[in-house]
């Protein structure tokens, strides 16, 4: 009995006795490592039917099925509107993190940093005008893709069984990139910014019963100061953009699980 | 049943009760039944007897894993017998490529509309207004154009009731009236799957339900013209008359355009479909 330690699976002998070219020797020694510390292979049944799921054929469509093809593909352009809004709203997430560099929400200075932050992007920041541009457009592009994208699904009746949920969701959705658009309105702190702010918080003090309390927690009071602009500010820049990506990723999954409604 | 049926090696029941022999038509079927390993150069060997297969590691779970079990098993089951029993045509080709050819149309759409938004943004930019200032109201509050709609709820007053039993008072504040109607709005657009059942999916099958909706989209453009009522060049009085009158002149005429249109288009739908799927 010798002191060396014997290995019942050797692998190693097992790979030299292949012949095995670099990249799957690699590939294997790489395997075998995980393996050794992961057990990956307690997980690989995970993964053989999770990519048998995601191979897995629907039935033929309705609209295959009876020929009705060209009622699916003349709505086409209707259909990309979910997407569409998607792509706005990376556009806009990208131009908004780079603007997000040099804004800075403080009512202190004169008038205030906030507003002189953004005029300094527009006037004074190489293609800040364009940034500010790009984001501004872009969300107006994404609210308007988002209420096509919604009559698109009322009137071809896609929100019928199974898919009241993701209607639902695509509610709450809507409410939130209008919530989005808001407090971004908010943000440069000009004339209509503010007043738009005053309206809020008339609104919010209308709600029966909460209506103080909701003031206080979405304005940080009854009238427009700093903290109103910071609560705008961290709603817009950090709570929404969590709130809303894992929505969108939400119901972007439920319609790849669904498969996407068709008229028929 | 056909060969495939018999030949799918994932249903011990079947092969329990001795069905499949008898569905075989006598026809001895030794690749499955004989339980010797198939060496038809694959490779794969269905495993043992001994070694638990991950159907039989579920089976032995208890309590609510064990139902879930259950319960999936019998959903396969039934998905399997209502695929067996329809004359539904499965699909004989695998997909459209994912590479290249859907990748290469959406990424042609997605650069086509971030383009658009960037033509946009270059011949429209922002405009730079006055900074903000507590002590003056200017003549024009606006919010952004999206939010016109509830801005416009807001402006309902005239429709709140002055009730009788209050003694002509008001049972709430204007605007407490109008953000209820926000909120009346949004929870009606969000029950409309529960109230909307049935199959019908094309404007022309739901005549009513197509109708509601065109009252629902002149609505929201017709509030929210109420909503900057100051920069319309109508009457406010008529203005606020159109704003709830243009919504069920457009549902109407929807309506009876879709009702006249129906049978036409029901009839065309139903010729093609009973080509296809004769009646039995």
């Known amino acids: 009995m010798s002191l060396e330690r014997k290995e019942e699976h050797d692998h190693k002998g ?42 897995l054929q629907m039935p033929k469509s309705h609209t295959e099925q009876y020929n009705l093809d060209n009622k699916f593909w003349y709505w086409y352009p209707l259909y ?57 457009w872009s969300a107006q592009v994404m609210t308007a893709a988002v209420f096509l994208h919604m ?22 959705l809507i409410s939130l ?6 407090s971004g309105y908010l943000l440069p702190w000009n004339q209509l910014s503010f007043w738009a702010g005053q309206i809020g918080v008339e609104m919010s003090l209308s709600i029966p019963l909460i209506g103080e309390w909701v003031a206080q927690l979405l304005f940080g009071g009854f009238t427009l100061t700093q903290a109103t602009l910071l609560r705008m500010y961290i709603l817009h820049v950090f709570f929404l953009p969590f709130v809303v990506t894992a929505l969108i990723a939400v119901h972007i999954g439920i319609v790849w699980m669904q498969g996407i409604a068709e008229p028929h | 049943m056909s060969d495939t049926d018999t030949t799918d090696a994932d249903e011990p029941d079947r092969a329990e009760t001795g069905g499949r022999a008898m569905t075989d038509g006598g026809e001895p079927d030794a690749e499955t039944d004989g339980g010797e390993p198939v060496a038809d150069g694959t490779g794969i060997v269905a495993p043992d007897d001994e070694t638990p297969t991950w159907r ?34 499965e699909r004989d080709v695998l997909a459209f490529p994912t590479w290249p050819h859907e990748m290469i149309r959406n990424l042609s759409l997605t650069s086509f509309f971030v383009g658009l938004i960037i033509l946009l943004s270059a011949t429209l930019p922002p405009e730079m207004a006055a900074p903000a200032d507590p002590s003056t109201t200017p003549a024009i509050i606006l919010p952004d154009w999206y939010l016109y709609w509830s801005f416009g709820l807001l402006k309902l007053g005239p429709l709140n009731p002055e009730l009788a039993i209050l003694g002509g008072e008001k049972l709430m504040a204007d605007r407490t009236y109008g953000v209820l109607a926000n909120l009346v709005v949004v929870g009606v657009i969000a029950i409309v799957p529960f109230l909307n059942k049935g199959s019908a999916r094309r404007p022309v099958e739901q005549p009513f339900w197509a109708a509601v909706g065109v009252f629902g989209v002149i609505f929201a453009a017709t509030i929210s013209a109420l909503s900057i009522k100051n920069l319309v060049p109508i009457d406010s009085h008529l203005l606020f008359d159109l704003t709830f009158l243009l919504p069920f002149v457009g549902g109407f005429i929807t309506y009876a355009v879709l009702k006249t249109m129906r049978e036409g288009y029901m009839f065309s739908l139903n010729r093609r479909y009973y080509r296809l799927r004769p009646p039995k």
Not at chain 2, 62 to 80: S, V
Request: no cysteine; aromatic share 16%; hydrophobic share 40%.
């Open chain 1, 177 to 182: 990139t209008m919530v989005f658009g808001y």
């Open chain 1, 80 to 136: 990309a509107l979910g997407s569409f809004s998607t792509i706005a709203y990376v556009v806009a997430a990208i131009s908004g993190a780079l603007l997000g560099f040099y804004y800075a929400p403080a009512t202190t200075g004169d008038p205030s940093s906030a507003f002189n932050t953004v005029a300094f992007i527009m006037t004074d920041l190489n293609f800040g005008y364009m940034l500010r541009s790009i984001h501004r």
């Open chain 1, 14 to 55: 097992w790979m030299e006795e292949r012949d095995l070219t670099p990249v799957e020797g690699a590939y294997l020694t790489v395997l075998i490592w995980l393996d050794k510390r992961l057990r990956v292979v307690d997980y690989l049944e995970v993964l053989e039917d999770l990519y048998y799921k995601v191979n």
């Open chain 2, 56 to 89: 039989e590691r579920k089976e032995r779970t208890q309590g609510l894993g064990r139902l879930t079990y259950e319960y999936f098993e019998r959903a396969r089951r039934e998905d399997q017998d209502l695929r067996t029993e329809s004359d539904y045509i």
């Open chain 1, 151 to 172: 009559l698109r699904v009322y009137f071809t009746g896609a929100y019928k069984e199974p898919r009241e949920l993701n209607w639902i969701l695509g509610i709450v």
